[in-house]
Nanobody
């Protein structure tokens, strides 16, 4: 699976962005997909994940603000982000793995190149 993330940008606090992750490869629909982020000087951290059957799991700080979804017909993963905060500033990565959705960054086999999100106060 090859992944290409897009949709990042500069937004004011309280604003919204939608990230997309286009996937190639016939195994997308059977893969669990995850969103991770990495802020400057920090380790990469889990944001959200979507199973092949569209069940979702979120990191606590984004619950109620972020929504992860997928369109298997379009081989695309999404992350809709609302009420963005300066602490959401990071490079966001999409990732794929076989099996169940996991929050462990080391559990994912395939990674996109990342898209930068900057939230100004």
């Amino acid at each position: 699976v090859q992944l290409q993330a897009s949709g990042g940008g500069l937004v004011q606090a309280g604003g919204s962005l939608r990230l997309s992750c286009a996937a190639s490869g016939r195994t997308f629909s059977r893969s669990a997909m995850g969103w991770f982020r990495q802020a400057p000087g920090k380790e990469r951290e889990f944001v959200a994940a979507v199973t092949y059957s569209r069940n979702t799991v979120y990191e606590d700080s984004v619950k109620g603000r972020f929504t992860a979804s997928r369109d298997n017909a379009k081989n695309t993963l999404y992350l809709q982000m609302h009420d963005l905060k300066p602490e959401d500033t990071a490079v966001y990565y999409c990732a794929a793995r076989s099996g169940t959705a996991r929050s462990d960054v080391h559990a994912y086999d395939y990674w996109g190149q990342g898209t930068k999100v900057t939230v100004s106060a």
